[in-house]
């Protein structure tokens, strides 16, 4: 079973905009990590949190962690068409084995 | 290039056949992860190896299914009498050292069609 639920499940916006992704959790995690999947291909890395870390940043890429609330969003902002993709939040809630556990992802679908 | 290579990208068969899939990890990664995707979903994970020993596997890998990694290098999947319901996308994974914690780095996947 998937441990995050990602929502929108579907988000369409204009290039330029801001686009904010929603993940929930069901258990402790240590760390939690979101990857991007152009379609057809693998996962890319994005960026890590940790579940002592509350907020971070990269690039155009802002997670925040809420673990209170079992949550986290990744916002892109500016975005660009290069950005359509589908975004998956993935949990490490297993001590040491870094088996992660995937959402269902959202599909952005970014409109020039 | 130095990233995870899977072969082969695209496999087609028919209801019964066997396949194999190959994964060759980045090369100083200890760790190597399997993962099934189907269409829509998130990756699910199957199994993992740390070097050469397979610590652990999910229970949708059934019985058909058998993973190895000799000498702790390239990695493959065999599916025995594929059924209808195999066909998904396999991704590899891997994981260099001993940290409890980082990124993967995906491979770009072998796509199953069972017809």
């Known amino acids: 079973s998937q441990q995050g639920e990602e929502d929108p499940q579907a988000l369409s916006i204009q290039e330029g905009e801001n686009a904010t992704m929603n993940c929930s959790y069901k258990?402790?995690?240590?760390?939690l990590q979101w990857y991007r999947q152009n379609s057809g291909r693998g996962l890319v890395h994005l960026i890590l949190?940790?579940?002592?870390?509350r907020e971070k940043h990269s690039g155009r890429l802002r997670v925040t962690l809420d673990t209170s609330k079992k949550s986290s969003s990744l916002l892109i902002t500016a975005s660009r068409a290069a950005d359509t993709a589908s975004y998956f939040c993935?949990?490490?809630?297993?001590?040491?084995?870094?088996?992660?556990?995937f959402g269902q992802g959202t599909r952005l679908t970014i409109n020039p | 290039d130095t990233g995870v290579s899977q072969n082969p990208r695209h496999k087609i068969t028919k209801r019964g056949q066997n396949v194999t899939f190959r994964c060759d990890p980045i090369?100083?990664?200890?760790?190597l992860y399997w993962y099934r995707q189907t269409l829509g979903q998130g990756p699910e994970f199957l199994t993992y190896f740390q070097n050469e020993a397979q610590l652990e596997k999910s229970r949708l890998l059934s019985d058909r299914f058998s993973a190895e990694r000799p000498k702790g290098s390239f990695s493959t999947l065999e599916i025995q009498r594929t059924e209808q319901g195999d066909s998904a996308m396999y991704l590899c994974a891997s994981l260099p050292g001993q940290a409890p914690a980082g990124e993967l780095f995906f491979g770009e996947g072998s796509r199953l069609t069972v017809l």
């Open positions: 258990t402790s995690i240590n760390n």
């Open positions: 090369s100083e990664h200890n760790r």
């Open positions: 993935a949990t490490d809630p297993f001590q040491g084995a870094q088996k992660l556990v």
């Open positions: 949190i940790r579940s002592n870390e």
